[in-house]
């Protein structure tokens, strides 16, 4: 099947810092991937919509200013949590769907973001 | 608002018998749903699908059960064994709204644990 990657798949940052989460479709090129977060024993919590070539779309309650999501080629996303905090900490996972007609979404390892 | 929750946070099972977990949705509108095992600290892996139009599909060792009259979902794993230890989530797909036409809405999850 096919493969999303993650990067870094944990990191530990300072409060007030920025961190940068790759997402990396392996084998596909994926138009549109989705950033979820995940807080210990809950589910996941989509945050966002990025898109290829345009602005990401943010989901309600969602900061946009401090979740950047950057969609620079059709296998790479990034999102930046900017000027984290201790309450950002969190598991942060990214998917993309295979083929636009396809439902099925392949997701990534997930990073692991403690704040301190 | 919309939502799709699990009755049963936790499901102690001994190995080698079967395992079936719930799940209620409350959007009508969904026509597609899927389950994902996830193991801790890594991503959601897909185990099987069902359109809406179905009320039953079968895998290897899973089955899904869709009752569109009462809007429930279940996951049966047949003769479960210690690797089926992990978080099971149910997803719905939503219609196509604006953002993107395969943003899923997750369960909270069930904890499935296989006893020796």
């Known amino acids: 099947g096919a493969v999303v990657s993650q990067h870094p798949s944990w990191v530990i940052c300072k409060s007030g810092t920025s961190v940068k989460i790759e997402c990396r479709s392996l084998?596909?090129?994926?138009?549109?991937m989705f950033w979820y977060r995940q807080f210990p024993k809950q589910s996941l919590m989509l945050m966002a919509t990025?898109?290829?070539?345009?602005?990401?779309?943010?989901e309600q309650g969602v900061e946009k200013d401090k979740f950047l999501i950057n969609h620079a080629s059709l296998t790479l996303s990034t999102l930046t949590v900017t000027s984290a905090h201790p309450e950002d900490s969190s598991f942060y996972i990214c998917?993309?769907?295979?083929?636009?007609?396809?439902?099925?979404?392949?997701f990534g390892p997930g990073t692991r973001l403690t704040v301190l | 608002g919309e939502s799709v929750g699990l009755h049963l946070p936790t499901l102690s099972v001994q190995e080698g018998d079967n395992s079936i977990i719930n799940c209620a949705y409350s959007?009508?509108?969904?026509?597609?749903f899927i389950w994902y095992k996830q193991e801790s600290g890594k991503g959601p892996q897909f185990i099987i699908d069902?359109?809406?139009?179905?009320d039953k599909r079968q895998g290897q060792r899973v089955t899904v059960l869709l009752n569109k009259t009462v809007k429930h979902l279940s996951l049966q794993i047949a003769a479960t064994q210690p690797g089926d230890s992990a978080v099971y989530f149910c997803?719905?797909?939503?219609?196509?709204?604006?953002?993107?036409?395969?943003?899923?809405?997750f369960g909270t999850g069930t904890q499935l644990k296989v006893e020796l």
């Open positions: 990025s898109n290829e070539g345009s602005k990401a779309t943010y």
């Open positions: 069902i359109r809406s139009n179905m």
């Open positions: 997803a719905e797909k939503q219609g196509n709204r604006t953002g993107g036409g395969n943003k899923l809405t």
């Open positions: 998917s993309a769907p295979f083929g636009t007609a396809v439902n099925e979404q392949f």
């Open positions: 084998d596909f090129q994926a138009t549109t």
């Open positions: 959007n009508s509108a969904s026509d597609y």
